[in-house]
């Protein structure tokens, strides 16, 4: 399809080189390969290197900047959902920018050469409400199939905008830019070159300076066609595959992928080609979001206005991995920050439409309507690197009769919301809640509920469902309820819970009380509180707070005035993110609407734990669901971690399949990250979170990895997952699953009466 011209670009300044147009460096100064290997290797994943990179590459400090933030400016408000400003970049027949809906996008997953099998894959998502959709293009032969896919999709009455997705092949985007709307290119590797991860150190400028030139040099005819043509780009760094040259002078972090991509940019504007977007990508949404942040800081910093393409790669399949997905692209949303996204499942693409449209539909909202409260000051939250904000935890005391330190886990906490119906199936309520079985007696394991809220208690003359409550109080599972409750009917050891202001109240006026049998009690914020409301938690005794924001206050700016507040006045409550659903709310809403507001603050480090209620959904959905924000948000693990990519042409086995043969004889590992990659396209860094990869390095055959090194090569993929389970063995990280016949021996043990 033969474009307009493009529209006249405005005037922007632009420079040559490493650093943006008339400002100061990204980074203050290149740090030595010697800080960067030991930050590689001393710790535990990706963000103890984005700490000691970040201080490394720092230049002026923690100081507040003029707008009351720690950090320079990274979207409009923080106490106030504002579309970030962009241009319109034109895509084909589609406009994406601010002053258009958010674009949705997904990428096929057939051997491009098929070109009916990939045309109908096309049909399929454009049927489904894709605007744009990508499709791999790995050679030359991909993209001689292109040209017939276009045409076919013409005459079928589809002009839908195709996406080439480029890696190491500059003359195949020079192809494929004659056919196709859009080009993305990785800048990790797009001259570089296939990844091999030798540690490359440059000892001057002049090394790093002669790199560029020659990036220069093999971009440049590729701008140059894609302006002629009014083609657009995508300029999609991704986490796990800089190039040796970034990662030697500023490490795997968002400044890195920050820089990397700016050098790509700086080339598009100096032929004055501005029709391009960023994307910045990882598969650990903290990294992602923070990479996305630093991006639009630079770009407020320089008076940049391209669009965001936001994507959590590599994010996984099911409720996972919708739930990382929500946790970064929800996060940034909520932020005004994006212009067009896409959900990367390890599913068939179609299926990635619902929860794009989903989270499109919430940011958009969140924008038009301003979500957000009064102005504040905003000093402590830190965008650069993640420093978590420690609650503290309940500590026993000498007349305790059963232990409160179960009340809360030091890695985050679930608290689950259960119904007076739930506890007339004692045993069905136990195991919803994660409970482990023996012989009839419910025990904790490693993802059961730490704490049950009650709206409503069994009155005493229910001896079942007291009976029920207190073995779970036994084990440490605890109950809370709202104070009144416990008022009218006492139950033992329970955890009183009185909203904040009452408490404030109760205390100006002579003392704070008890009901009768509550051992411990806890308060409710709903976000409107006033500063000396929230001061008075000082000196309180309350061992958590639940932050139960009013309806009709935005969740994420109230909370963050909140946790401001508490900051300001050394205040180390614990605070648990309580969000109510209406009944009738569908699994796959809550799942977003949890994961964009509440990881929009897990995401910063703000928050102890959280709980989820809904009338109509699931007890078990929802206990699992928490637990699936809390790993998603990097704080507690209760399940093995899978990195799997979404699949594509390049594709070497069928990634479903055999994502899911893995993850049933692995799943039972929590603390172990297992990467699962059909090619190795972006290099092992695409795994940087992963302890362990299984990737296809020819057809049939599997590499196995730890960390970022092959250690077995060529295996044949019917034995590749017992090779893959032997290799988590040698590293002492396999434990043995509990076998069905001892599970079903435990049930079928008599419940004490």
Known sequence: MRLGQAPAAESLCSTSGRFACGSAPLAAAPFSARQIRRARKSTVGPQAVLQATEQATQGSGKKASQNGLLHPQYCESVYK?????????????VKVGSQHPIALQTMTTTDTRNVQATVDQVKKCADSGANMVRITVQGKQEATACYKIREQLFKDGYDVPLVADIHFQPVVASMVAECFEKIRVNPGNFVDGRKRFDEKVYDDDSQFKQEQEHIREVFTPLVEKCKRLNRAMRIGTNHGSLSARILSYYGDTPRGMVESAFEFANICRDVDYHNFLFSMKASNPLVMVQAYRLLAEEMYSNGWDYPLHLGVTEAGEGEDGRLKSAIGIGSLLMDGLGDTIRVSLTEDPEFELEPCRLLA??????????????????????????????????????????????????????????????LEA?????????????????????????????????????????????????????????????????LPQAVAVQPLREVATASRNGGHSLPAGAGRFAVTIDGTETEEEVASLKKSDAVMALLEIAPGVSRVHASRRIFELLQRHQIDISVIHFRSFPEGTSGDDIIMQTGSEVGALLVDGLGDGIAVSCPSQDLNFLRNMSFGVLQGSRMRNTKTEFVSCPSCGRTLFDLQEVTESIRTRTGHLPGVSIAV???????????????FGYVGGAPGKIDLYVGKEVVRRAIPMSGATDELIELIKEHDRWVEPETEESEQEEQRQPVAA
């Open 81 to 93: 959902s504002l579309r970030r400003p962009t241009r319109t970049i034109e895509v084909g027949n």
């Open 361 to 422: 539909s919430l940011g958009t909202q969140a924008a038009q309507e301003q979500w957000g409260v009064d102005p504040f000051d905003e000093k402590h939250r830190d965008t650069h690197s993640f420093a978590k904000r420690v609650g503290r935890l309940p500590e026993q005391q000498e007349n305790d009769d059963v232990d409160y330190r179960g009340l809360l886990h030091r890695d985050g906490s679930v608290v689950s919301a259960v119904t007076l119906q739930d």
């Open 426 to 490: 004692p045993e069905q309520m136990y195991w919803k809640l994660g409970a482990k079985m023996v012989v009839g007696m419910p025990f904790k394991d490693q993802a059961t509920s730490d704490t049950l809220y009650m709206p409503q208690i069994p009155p005493s003359s229910d001896k079942t469902g007291r009976r029920a409550l207190k073995r779970l109080q036994e084990v440490g599972v605890h109950v809370m309820a709202p104070a009144n409750v416990l008022a009218k009917d006492p």
């Open 677 to 691: 990659m059909g090619c190795i396209v972006n290099g092992p860094g695409e795994m940087a979170d992963a302890d």
